[in-house]
């Protein structure tokens, strides 16, 4: 039996995010005291502390969740312990049925468990006091608009780095595999040679979806951050770009795919491979040019650089060996959509 979770993650979360989360509950305990006197105000500081996320836009939606799942657990608290009192019993039914209402509800699991906590605290701590609730839910507003602040004033995370080294490394490994397919018909290739060139080809799906993660993730990192117009560009590059690399990684994995499936050791002798092999460098050698300069739009790459372009050339197909034509009119139909993505046709 294996453990599917641990203690320890294998990267540590960015220090700054720490230092605002420190920050955070330091004003949020400070400005609730200030603001609501009181013995301790525990509310507020949780509230900082889970609201703290690493985009703005996550730290609204954790404010809200927060905020909901205080409010409806204060409600349920103060309700029951009105008409039940606040006996060891009661605060267990509340817990009850605090977590029965949210799942009624299909609450997100942040609200789900912040319900009954917070009607747990309300109940163990003072729910017969005077304003004891109403004081609570103010607190928790406090501790998570302050925590929104900080995140949004003490230098807002932007996740466009990190999108783009996805992007470009899924690019210049989709263009290595043109090579690569390329170099495998011109060459005599083994049956452990073609199982490689299979493998490396299949490992493009899992990088093709953790770049069009990536690109969300910095999408979602700009959405209400001050800096979104500066850096909106570069970004806007990676998304045009990660919308043409679905067909090309679907298109290197199928040629592969074929030329596994497909390959017998007089493949070499076909003119018409040899000239498939010439255009799948070429493939290659557009590909990068167009992921060479994130500064500007992929359209704009293209406009400027269209001289450039290597795969313009149409090719002249002669009558194919009958052991080949299966193979060589599955890559003439790969090349076509790899060259329409890449010149934007």
């Known amino acids: 039996m294996r453990i599917t979770t641990s203690l320890r993650i294998p990267r540590r979360l960015p220090f700054l995010q720490t230092v605002k989360t420190s920050v955070a509950v330091a004003l949020a305990w400070i400005a609730s005291q200030l603001l609501l006197p009181s013995d301790l105000p525990i509310f507020a500081a949780i509230a900082a502390l889970l609201v703290v996320q690493p985009s703005v836009n996550q730290t609204l939606g954790r404010a809200i969740e927060r905020t909901s799942g205080v409010i409806g657990g204060v409600i349920i608290a103060s309700t029951i312990g009105f008409f039940f009192g606040q006996s060891s019993m009661v605060v267990l039914a509340t817990i009850v049925v605090s977590i029965v209402v949210a799942w009624a509800l299909r609450l997100s699991p942040v609200s789900s468990s912040q319900i009954p906590i917070s009607a747990m605290l ?88 953790s770049a069009v993660k990536a690109v969300v993730q910095a999408e979602e990192s700009l959405m209400l951050n001050p800096r979104k117009a500066k850096l909106r560009k570069g970004l806007d590059a990676d998304r045009q770009m990660i919308n043409r690399l679905p067909t090309l990684v679907t298109r290197a994995i199928g040629m592969t795919r074929a030329l596994h499936d497909h390959y017998d050791a007089s493949l070499q002798d076909e003119p018409s491979v040899q000239a498939f092999s010439q255009e799948l460098i070429r493939a290659a050698h557009d590909l990068r040019l167009l992921t060479r300069d994130t500064g500007q739009s992929v359209l704009a790459v293209e406009r400027s650089e269209r001289e450039l372009l290597a795969l313009t050339a149409p090719l002249r197909i002669v009558t194919p060996h009958p052991d080949h034509w299966i193979l060589i009119g599955s890559l003439m139909e ?8 890449i010149v934007g046709e």
């Open 334 to 341: 790969d090349l076509r959509r790899v060259r329409e993505e």
């Open 122 to 209: 309300v109940l163990a701590l003072g729910a017969t006091t005077p304003g004891y609730a109403l004081d609570r839910i103010y607190e928790t507003f406090i501790g998570a608009g302050i925590a929104l602040i900080v995140n949004a004033v003490i230098v807002p995370p932007v996740l466009i780095a990190p999108a783009r080294d996805a992007v470009e490394l899924l690019a210049r490994e989709v263009a290595d595999t043109f090579e690569r397919i390329a170099e495998a018909l011109r060459t005599p290739q083994s049956p452990a040679n073609l199982m490689e060139l299979m493998i490396k080809a299949r490992l493009l799906r899992p990088m093709l979806e």
